[in-house]
């Protein structure tokens, strides 16, 4: 419960609580004013219109003296007692007000602090129609200042990597990466692309013989290689850590061997300009681990409704990661693939635009056959002669987002 409510609803309580002392204090008084029926009264009445007081002396004449002597005394109101009572209750209600009062504010108060020390919290965002994530609390550190700093930088992702992100197949993930690298390659860039998908789709389009060398399933599974033995120059002008079936056992609920491996192991490789980590079509134990190595978050998704749809639980887990394994982790941006002329199409580009903001990164990739012949011939989209028109808009859009990938990295 947020301690903004819980403060309400303290107020609530204690002010009933006052209201019903009030009330029962003005009618314990009201009692006591009352008669009872049961008491003995005294007989007035016979007393008046009896004329004499013992010793003979006249009543009247007693009236008459005791109103001259104690005519100063009479002016005092009969109801002030009530008003004494009247303003009692006031200072207990304006009391009972105060502590409410600051018992909100310290609620407010407390809120705040707890904002304040969640700090570490990672920088992403919640779609539209939910509230923001709580941030979360930095973990209790010992030692000196400059111990601290520097253990710090030893704990952050190198911030050059990207999670290629999305638990929905087919929406284009491994192309764009493939494409996005080569765009960095002719911009001058040093690329390593990891492919983390047990379908092994991005080292085939790469002719990657996984027989040559260690893969990723020797890093992560193995443990007596590490990261920088399993990667492997390639024709694309990248270098690639492939990947085989056999790594769809560290994707398994079971977890094998050291499930942090990868964030330890990407901090080896800190030398090249641009990391792209190709995750598998899930949110399984492989893209839990990538999401942990990496510094950002790059989500690609067609404008279609069960993509975006999908997108729900996807931020889920990247708050969930940002939390507890990666307080480094921030979104990057969404990639909109395979976007079409459609009202469909435009109607949902509309909305990631709306929720999203300048986070949804332009230009947008159309639909083109090039980018599958491409990834079918093994060659860079870029270079597909047979389709020259496209190739040259293809090179354009993803030199776009090479650049885009290049600006973000200078606002870090």
Known sequence: MAPKRTGARLLILVMGWAAFMVGGQSAWAQRDREPSPDRVQPPTELLEEYPFEEGGRLRSRARADARQVDAPSAQVPVSEPAAEGGEGSLQVIWLVLGAAAALLALAVAGRRVLRTAGGGAANVPAPKGESAPPPATAPPTSGSGEAQAIRGRADRPPKNSYAVVNQKGGVGKTTVSLALGAAAVRRGSRVLLLDLDPQASATSVLGADVEEGPTLTDVMLGGDHTLRDAVRATGWGLDLAPADRKLRAADTGVVVGDEAVLPRQLKNVDDYDLILLDCPPNLGALTINALAAASNALVVTEPTFLALHAMEELFDTLRDVAEERNPSLEMAGVVLNRVETTAEHKHSVAEVQESFGS?????????????????????PPQDLQSHSHYAIEVAEIFDALALRIEAFQAKQ
């Open 359 to 379: 986070q949804v990164w332009e230009p947008h990739i159309p639909k083109r056959a090039i980018l599958q012949d491409a990834m079918r011939r093994g060659v």
